[in-house]
């Protein structure tokens, strides 16, 4: 039997796959969703991670299957790329659906952002301050997630999104499958021909009319994609 493992989102968790995993398992396939930790009560971090970590947590999660697919969403694909080239010997493929970990095209504007964040404390004394930062991050920064997490997740988020993986994607051996919304505008299209011109064995597919959620978009069309794969 074929073991796939999916790795959600930020702040999302297993229950939001349940109609992928529906319409991939069978007899010949086993679908695996774990709850990635610090997003639900009883998963909640005791220090701040960084990507190894979560690398590992996977690496600890997956022991016992010798060896399986991958398959990474947004968030989850940043692990699941880092996974790929610490643990290659683990996995028969990859799957990246809208995966982060390539914004750094985006430099310009990250460094504009990292120096613009800290002078909005400044101005913290003027009424409805707290509404203007969440419209600055919103429509400028566009991380909103960031302000939406507590304790040790803060921290986490900034240590995930500050690791650049591009300069890893070369290292990438196993075949990879790249997924994308064409309408994705929480990581642009663009990110996904970038993965495909860095990462030799891999193939590019379009996902016609999607964002950045074909799970819940069109969480059929996903599955016959992915079952195609895994084939």
Same mark, same amino acid.
């Given at each position: 039997?074929?073991?796939?493992?999916?790795?959600?989102?930020?702040?999302?968790?297993?229950?939001?796959?349940?109609?992928? /995993?529906?319409?991939?398992?069978?007899?010949?396939?086993?679908?695996?969703?774990?709850?990635?930790?610090?997003?639900?009560?009883?998963?909640?971090?005791?220090?701040?991670?960084?990507?190894?970590?979560?690398?590992?947590?996977?690496?600890?999660?997956?022991?016992?299957?010798? /060896?399986?697919?991958?398959?990474?969403?947004?968030?989850?694909?940043?692990?699941?790329?880092?996974?790929?080239?610490?643990?290659?010997?683990?996995?028969?493929?990859?799957?990246?659906?809208?995966?982060?970990?390539?914004?750094?095209?985006?430099?310009?504007?990250?460094?504009?952002?990292?120096?613009?964040?800290?002078?909005?404390?400044?101005?913290?004394?003027?009424?409805?301050?707290?509404?203007?930062?969440?419209?600055?991050?919103?429509?400028?920064?566009?991380?909103?997630?960031?302000?939406?997490?507590?304790?040790?997740?803060?921290?986490?988020?900034? /240590?995930?999104?500050?690791?650049?993986?591009?300069?890893?994607?070369?290292?990438?051996?196993?075949?990879?499958?790249?997924?994308?919304?064409?309408?994705?505008?929480?990581?642009?299209?663009?990110?996904?021909?970038?993965?495909?011109?860095?990462?030799?064995?891999?193939?590019?597919?379009?996902?016609?009319?999607?964002?950045?959620?074909?799970?819940?978009?069109?969480?059929?069309?996903?599955?016959?994609?992915? /079952?195609?794969?895994?084939?």
């Amino acid at each position: 039997m074929k073991t796939l493992i999916i790795l959600h989102g930020w702040q999302s968790s297993e229950e939001r796959w349940q109609k992928v /995993k529906e319409n991939i398992e069978s007899d010949e396939i086993e679908v695996i969703v774990p709850d990635i930790p610090g997003f639900k009560p009883g998963t909640e971090l005791e220090k701040p991670w960084n990507l190894d970590d979560y690398v590992e947590w996977l690496k600890d999660f997956s022991q016992d299957r010798e /060896k399986f697919f991958l398959l990474g969403h947004s968030f989850g694909g940043r692990i699941a790329i880092k996974f790929a080239i610490k643990y290659p010997q683990k996995l028969f493929g990859l799957i990246l659906v809208s995966a982060g970990g390539v914004e750094s095209k985006r430099a310009l504007k990250k460094l504009t952002i990292q120096f613009l964040t800290p002078r909005l404390k400044k101005f913290s004394f003027l009424p409805r301050y707290n509404f203007f930062r969440k419209l600055f991050y919103k429509f400028v920064v566009k991380k909103t997630d960031y302000l939406e997490v507590k304790g040790y997740l803060k921290d986490t988020f900034k /240590k995930v999104i500050e690791e650049d993986l591009i300069p890893l994607l070369k290292e990438i051996k196993v075949p990879v499958l790249i997924l994308w919304g064409e309408k994705d505008k929480t990581l642009p299209l663009r990110d996904a021909y970038l993965i495909k011109e860095e990462i030799k064995f891999s193939q590019l597919e379009i996902l016609k009319n999607i964002r950045h959620n074909p799970h819940s978009e069109n969480p059929q069309l996903l599955a016959q994609k992915i /079952k195609e794969f895994l084939k």
